[in-house]
């Protein structure tokens, strides 16, 4: 690491943490550990038009599938559908096991089934949140780059802030 990326990460609002292992984009796009949820996109199998908005609750471990129209995943048949497991396989990914696990409250051995372990049972939520921040997100990546500060961006710190 080298000097000017230190001080970068020393200035940050925001702790920054690599993820655990590079992950690919195109199954589940968007991972986030937030609002005490463990929450995604995932991308339907059979229609490129369709994506799917998964979440699994900390604690209670109440987990939720829908489409991006708001409609329920025909997979949840009173367990975690596929687009859950692939949603909580790239958590891993990105976040590691270890503090996926931790944010879920759940005891999970070492390469253990994340999924498995679980304890929850189907739960009425709205995909929207997820989707809009999901689709925020994607709008960073046309924003073109620049050297002048963003304003959508504003809560990280310029370079030149002292402590």
Not at 88 to 104: F, H, I, K, S, T
Not at 109 to 136: I, K, Q
Request: hydrophobic share 40%; with cysteine; proline share 6%.
């Amino acid at each position: 690491m080298d000097a000017d990326e230190a001080g970068w990460e020393r200035l940050s609002t925001v702790r920054v943490v690599p993820p655990a292992r590079a992950r690919k984009l195109a199954k589940v796009p968007f991972v986030e550990l937030a609002d005490g949820r463990l929450q995604g996109v995932v991308s339907s199998g059979s229609d490129i038009g369709r994506v799917y908005v998964s979440s699994i609750s900390a604690g209670d471990h109440g987990y939720n599938c829908r489409t991006n129209n708001n409609r329920p995943c025909g997979g949840l048949r009173g367990a975690p559908c596929k687009h859950l497991r692939s949603l909580a396989d790239e958590a891993v990914l990105q976040y590691g096991l270890e503090r996926v696990a931790r944010y879920l409250r759940v005891e999970v051995a070492e390469g253990g089934d994340l999924v498995g372990a679980l304890d929850g049972s189907p739960e009425s939520a709205d995909a929207a949140v997820v989707f809009s921040r999901f689709l925020r997100h994607l709008a960073y990546l046309e924003v073109p780059g620049t050297t002048v500060p963003v304003p959508e961006l504003h809560w990280f710190p310029s370079t030149g802030v002292a402590r």
